[in-house]
């Protein structure tokens, strides 16, 4: 899969441990590119806030992605209203902590996907085929925001891996319903749990649409 990125010279020269890290991140290409492949080919449509539409399963097969590369994972349920025992979504949770206590970071994302008709996708194209076709993947959901989770999920790994010495605590947080205002996912954990959400940064890998489209873009905001 070709990739189109941009890599930037640092203002300060990296440590021998950030040097390993980014090292560590080019082997991992393959790594990252399954992942989205996998979630991407687990259909995550999200229909309207106020009509329950079943997408847990590419939470549960994140999550046990995540409690095999050995980070702390933490599914919180949210009930649908109105629905029965079986309907709920999922906030999904996952960490690692460094050696001291310390401020914590976090990264966010959604998993759920806007809605599709398959009669307007190329027959090898399909919204959930996952497929890589002439350097491209491929998939509803494949830049808004699966791909962007993966690359959270790899990053957090990387530093695992890589024993890095750090303070505090880096962790994930996935939330089901952003496409339709968050009401089960960024408003009932920040009015239920804010003591989990709340951290000294948050960093959100959301793609970018706005032209002019350029690799790497960051953009600063702040609330509340």
């Known amino acids: 899969m070709d990739t189109h990125e941009k890599k930037i010279k640092p203002r300060q020269p990296l440590s021998e441990d950030e040097q390993k890290m980014l090292e560590k991140i080019d082997d991992q290409r393959e790594a990252l590119v399954d992942l ?18 079943e997408r847990n399963d590419v939470f549960r097969f994140l999550e046990k992605t995540l409690k095999k590369m050995g980070m702390d994972v933490n599914p919180i349920k949210v009930n649908f209203p109105g629905g029965s025992k079986d309907q709920y979504y999922i906030n999904l949770m996952a960490g690692i902590d460094g050696k001291n206590p310390g401020k914590r970071l976090q990264f966010n994302g959604h998993l759920d996907t806007v809605s599709y008709n398959t009669d307007n996708w190329h027959k090898d194209t399909l919204p959930t085929s996952g497929v890589i076709k002439d350097g491209m993947l491929y998939g509803r959901g494949a830049a808004d925001m699966k791909s962007g989770v993966a690359a959270m999920v790899i990053a957090m790994k990387t530093l695992k891996d890589c024993g890095a010495d750090f303070n505090g605590r880096l962790q994930l947080w996935c939330t089901p319903d952003e496409e339709t205002h968050g009401a089960y996912g960024s408003d009932f954990m920040v009015k239920n749990h804010p003591e989990i959400v709340k951290t000294d940064a948050t960093i959100i890998s959301e793609a970018r649409s706005q032209p002019p489209l350029q690799t790497p873009t960051i953009t600063v905001g702040e609330k509340g």
């Open 36 to 53: 989205i492949q996998k979630m991407v080919q687990i259909d995550s449509v999200n229909i309207a806030e106020d009509v329950y539409n």
